[in-house]
């Protein structure tokens, strides 16, 4: 069965430094998303990417973060200034369409901020 | 208002009794009401859907029952078994609206379930 893959599993990194997050989303969907996790707290969406293009974006998702599909199976979060606060579990997801398509989630990737 | 409140945070229930979660929301323009399970070390995963438009949907030990009066909605686990013990989250979305505002899920916190052998 198609799953969404992201890598690393974990990433630690220092306050101030640029990170990259990939996921590679199922080879038919159109539509992909971030969200992301901080530990004992709800998942919160973080942006919806369609047609090279954000369709959405939380507050959340201020100047530090971009998003990017830099080829046709990749998808990129960039946080340019990682801040301590940025410490989560980051999930990818994407889906076929909007709507009532479901939103495949990968196993995210844990970030950890020093 | 666009919160989605789930309780109990966590729940015990012995193996082949019945576990249940509740979820209530305030944002009228919600219009797909899903559920998802997540084991550790994975990521979310569908469990069962509803729309407003019944009050109820079954499949397999797992229903959902919706309440568009009151603004609930809950997952219901028949029979539950060891291998339900996991997080569970409700979420919630608008089907339309302007803006493209029917991308993003609004989740609950989450249950903890365990499930005793």
């Known amino acids: 069965e198609p799953e969404v893959t992201q890598t690393p599993s974990h990433q630690v990194t220092q306050m101030g430094q640029e990170v990259i997050l990939r996921c590679v989303p199922i080879?038919?969907?159109?539509?992909f998303y971030w969200y992301r996790q901080i530990l004992g707290q709800k998942v919160e969406f973080l942006v919806s990417?369609?047609?090279?293009?954000?369709?959405?974006k939380s507050e959340i998702f201020d100047d530090q973060f971009s998003v990017e599909r830099p080829d046709g199976s990749n998808f990129t979060l960039k946080i340019r200034s990682t801040k301590l606060e940025d410490s989560a579990m980051y999930f990818c997801?994407?889906?076929?369409?909007?709507?009532?398509?479901?939103?495949?989630f990968g196993p995210g990737t844990r970030l950890t901020v020093l | 208002q666009q919160q989605v409140k789930q309780s109990p945070q966590s729940l015990i229930v012995q193996k082949g009794g019945i576990s249940i979660i509740n979820c209530a929301y305030e944002?009228?323009?919600?219009?797909?009401f899903p559920w998802y399970q997540q084991f550790p070390g994975k990521g979310p995963a569908l469990l069962i859907a509803?729309?407003?438009?019944?009050s109820e949907k079954k499949e397999g030990r797992f229903t959902i029952s919706f309440n568009k009066s009151a603004k609930q909605f809950s997952l219901h686990i028949m029979d539950s078994q060891p291998g339900d013990s996991a997080t569970y989250f409700c979420?919630?979305?608008?089907?339309?609206?302007?803006?493209?505002?029917?991308?993003?899920?609004?989740f609950g916190k989450g249950t903890l379930l365990t499930v005793n052998p």
């Open positions: 997801a994407s889906s076929v369409g909007r709507g009532t398509d479901t939103q495949y």
């Open positions: 080879s038919n969907h159109l539509y």
């Open positions: 990417f369609y047609n090279n293009e954000i369709s959405e």
């Open positions: 944002n009228t323009a919600f219009d797909y």
């Open positions: 509803i729309r407003p438009d019944v």
């Open positions: 979420a919630a979305k608008p089907l339309q609206g302007s803006g493209g505002s029917n991308y993003k899920l609004t």
